[in-house]
């Protein structure tokens, strides 16, 4: 049920991963995705490991701007979540990054802190890990079996920045694709429906509008884009 990540603070050890064994040492950042066996060895007295873990339902949630990207950990994300059970993991070499290890450290006391804003500052950190791996190590990254990303990262990313309005035919005159091919793209790639894409990231935005701000249900459903309160509050 969770995305798992480990990140070598200091020290090696194995990763075995059914058929294969990884080796991984000081920087090494692996994700492995949901239902992956593995067994971490570790044999030195001052390794330093981490493991961190996010549960699958809320990850959409966290981090759905990083699925909008056209990038290998965005490919893995999508397939992770819309394509379980094909693969294994992805991992990266950072070494002695110094801005990843003050992201991850950040990271680890957030999970043990409590307050109102905890989970708005984890993600937040989390989301710099994520953007500073995509932007300085994408070259230098391993992934079982190979990943190769597709052309839906620049339709999912539009949908995500237009949800309140976006509609089938708005993407098929922008992507040149006939609706139905539109449909198909969206149901392999995530499982859903556009209807229910959209409708998710409302949901997403509307319960930060409802924890962080003071707006009215009416303002609310105006601001993401439903015509009807009684809908959204049936939905929600």
Not at 129 to 148: A, G, H, Q
Not at 185 to 205: C, E, F, P
Request: charged share 25%.
């Amino acid at each position: 049920d969770y995305v798992e990540v480990y990140f070598i603070m200091r020290g090696t050890c194995l990763a075995r991963l059914q058929d294969s064994v990884v080796r991984l040492s000081s920087g090494d950042m692996l994700f492995l995705a949901p239902g992956a066996k593995h067994l971490l060895e570790s044999f030195e007295k001052d390794n330093f490991i981490l493991d961190m873990s996010v549960r699958v339902s809320s990850f959409e949630d966290l981090f759905l701007k990083q699925l909008t990207y056209d990038s290998i950990l965005s490919a893995f994300f999508r397939k992770i979540l819309y394509d379980q059970g094909t693969l294994k993991y992805v991992l990266f070499h950072t070494g002695e990054d110094p801005l990843i290890r003050q992201a991850i450290k950040n990271v680890a006391m957030e999970t043990s802190a409590r307050g109102v804003y905890n989970e708005i500052v984890y993600t937040s950190w989390v989301n710099i890990i994520f953007s500073v791996l995509l932007r300085k190590y994408y070259e230098d990254v391993e992934t079982d079996p190979p990943l190769d990303n597709n052309d839906f990262s620049r339709i999912l990313k539009y949908i995500s920045d237009h949800y309140d309005t976006v509609t089938l035919d708005e993407l098929s005159q922008r992507f040149s694709y006939s609706k139905p091919h539109i449909c198909n793209l969206i149901r392999d790639n995530t499982g859903r429906t556009l209807t229910a894409l959209v409708n998710a990231q409302k949901l997403t935005r509307a319960e930060m509008l409802l924890e962080t701000t003071d707006y009215s249900m009416e303002e609310i459903t105006e601001m993401i884009g439903f015509t009807s309160a009684d809908y959204f509050i049936r939905l929600f």
